[in-house]
């Protein structure tokens, strides 16, 4: 199994990394456990002093670690070293309020129960193995693994196959800045060996984004041995915009959330779902600014969208448009595969899709919008509604009583009304239906891996 890494500009190998053998995984599931025994015994001032230290070390080495995550997965380097930046706020926020947000919750009147004293308390569970993907290759760690390190517990890591030297880096970053040995290790892995870890009694919970096939198979091995399971998986959010809303406004935000990160995003706008009254405007400035973009090399400055990160993501991104085509959907902007050594394609919007195109129901991971016209309000909603994903979505409108109304209607796990989906530390983050269950992020997120223990006493 390749572990490696392939520069997505040049599609030139630039490192392979030797797979950790059988024997070394055992060796670091058991450091993982012996840490977990240790870490259960310190006090949350302890581990918040650790998990600052931690975070001033992404804070001082944000330009080379940038790089790092640019040469390995292709985002604009702006972009990486905002990720850097993001990671760092999110553990110094668990450090300063973890304490809080697992603090002990009395029963106001234990007379009721018949006790003196009744509350609940929240307690680590041990050991958790964290199955994440390269898109952000930091961040997505880091918001598991700060709350899980902050609760008392520790972490096991398989991160994807094609970013290892950011796993590597992640191996070595709570040790060097205070936790106790094996608090945090790296599983360099294959996807087959993922189960055997799932399986270890001495690995008690397992969060997974990524997927809807991996998600899948990771909840089945968990639910076999009745683990604790978190699941984030792909989504194909809507952006709706109605007649009341700021359209250049509207126009200029959707460009964003489409391709941030190179469009590889699972929170990003996919479905941009237009009032009749408005569609024309907006696909015209939507097109405009998509084709204005700047594509090329990520770590130039002036560029705006990178490479894809894999030549496989953009093979399967190049067969979605050419279906929608070939059934009579309408390219306004991009759709042609450039020349050149890398994996780029171009900022694409398509319209007029039928309804048996691939991409009405399939996640475009990539800088490919799709334009739909709605009617009206209830045909939006039944648009943005008729997909199997349920992540998060946004709607554009003026009037409070739309704003109500796709609130309470919207199939998601999230809302966003006059923006773009973007996870923040105070928030829930998760979804529904088949985008996955449980919830990262904020008070409850940190939740998902602590036993919450009932406790009467007469």
Same mark, same amino acid.
Not at 321 to 330: N, R, S, Y
């Given at each position: 199994m390749a572990i490696a890494t392939v520069n997505p500009s040049t599609g030139k190998t630039e490192m392979v990394i030797e797979a950790h053998t059988p024997a070394q995984v055992q060796e670091r599931i058991g450091e993982a456990a012996a840490a977990a025994k240790a870490l259960?015994?310190?006090?949350? #001032?302890?581990r918040a002093g650790w998990m600052r230290a931690a975070a001033d070390l992404l804070d001082d080495e944000s330009a080379n670690l940038g790089r790092l995550i640019t040469v390995e997965m292709g985002k604009p380097l702006a972009q990486a070293i905002a990720e850097v930046a993001k990671s760092a706020r999110a553990m110094r926020f668990y450090a300063d309020n973890a304490e809080s947000f697992l603090a002990d919750v009395p029963l106001e009147d234990p007379a009721e129960v018949g006790a003196s004293r009744a509350w609940t308390r929240y307690e680590p569970l041990g050991v958790v193995l964290a199955v994440m993907p390269w898109n952000y290759p930091l961040w997505q760690v880091i918001r598991f693994a700060a709350p899980a390190?902050?609760?008392?517990?520790?972490?096991?890591?398989?991160?994807?196959? +094609?970013?290892? %030297? /950011?796993?590597?880096?992640?191996?070595?970053?709570?040790?060097?800045?205070?936790?106790?040995?094996?608090?945090?290790?790296? @599983?360099?892995?294959? *996807?087959?060996?993922?189960?055997?870890?799932?399986?270890? =009694?001495?690995?008690?919970?397992?969060?997974?984004?990524?997927? $809807? =096939?991996?998600?899948?198979?990771?909840?089945?091995? #968990?639910?076999?041995?009745?683990?604790?399971?978190? @699941? $984030?998986?792909?989504?194909?959010?809507?952006?709706? !915009?109605? =007649?009341?809303?700021?359209?250049? %406004? /509207?126009?200029?935000? #959707?460009?964003?959330?489409?391709?941030?990160?190179?469009?590889q995003s699972c929170i990003a706008g996919k479905r941009f779902i237009v009032h009749a009254e408005v569609y024309d405007a907006f696909a015209a400035e939507f097109a405009r600014r998509m084709s204005e973009l700047r594509v090329g090399d990520p770590l130039l400055p002036g560029t705006e969208v990178g490479p894809l990160a894999t030549e496989s993501g953009r093979r399967e991104l190049i067969e979605l448009?050419?279906?929608? %085509?070939?059934?009579?959907?309408?390219i306004l902007a991009g759709g042609t595969v450039p020349d050149g050594d890398g994996w780029f394609y171009p900022p694409t919007v398509i319209a007029d899709l039928p309804c048996d195109a691939r991409?009405?129901? $399939?996640?475009?991971?990539? =800088?490919?919008?799709?334009?739909?016209?709605?009617?009206? +309000?209830?045909?939006?909603?039944?648009?943005?509604? %008729?997909?199997?994903?349920?992540?998060?979505?946004?709607?554009?409108? +003026?009037?409070?009583?739309?704003?109500?109304?796709?609130?309470?209607?919207?199939? #998601? *796990?999230? !809302?966003?009304?006059?923006g773009m989906t973007v996870s923040y530390q105070e928030l829930p983050f998760g979804g529904i239906k088949r985008s996955g269950f449980g919830r990262e992020l904020a008070a409850v997120g940190q939740r998902e891996f602590c036993n919450l223990k009932t406790v009467w006493a007469v």
């Open positions: 259960c015994r310190t006090t949350y #001032a302890q390190l902050m609760a008392g517990n520790a972490g096991l890591l398989k991160h994807a196959s +094609n970013v290892p %030297q /950011a796993a590597i880096f992640l191996d070595t970053l709570f040790e060097r800045a205070g936790f106790p040995k094996g608090s945090f290790r790296t @599983l360099l892995i294959g *996807g087959a060996e993922v189960g055997a870890v799932i399986a270890d =009694p001495r690995v008690k919970a397992v969060t997974l984004t990524g997927s $809807e =096939p991996a998600g899948r198979s990771v909840a089945a091995i #968990a639910g076999d041995h009745i683990k604790k399971t978190v @699941l $984030e998986l792909g989504g194909s959010d809507p952006f709706i !915009v109605l =007649p009341s809303a700021d359209i250049q %406004q /509207a126009a200029a935000t #959707a460009v964003r959330a489409r391709i941030n990160n190179n469009g448009v050419e279906d929608a %085509q070939a059934k009579g959907a309408t991409l009405v129901q $399939e996640e475009a991971f990539g =800088p490919v919008a799709c334009l739909y016209r709605a009617h009206d +309000n209830e045909h939006a909603l039944r648009l943005a509604n %008729q997909t199997t994903f349920g992540l998060s979505s946004a709607v554009w409108t +003026n009037d409070p009583q739309e704003q109500d109304y796709f609130i309470a209607h919207l199939e #998601a *796990g999230a !809302v966003f009304v006059n």
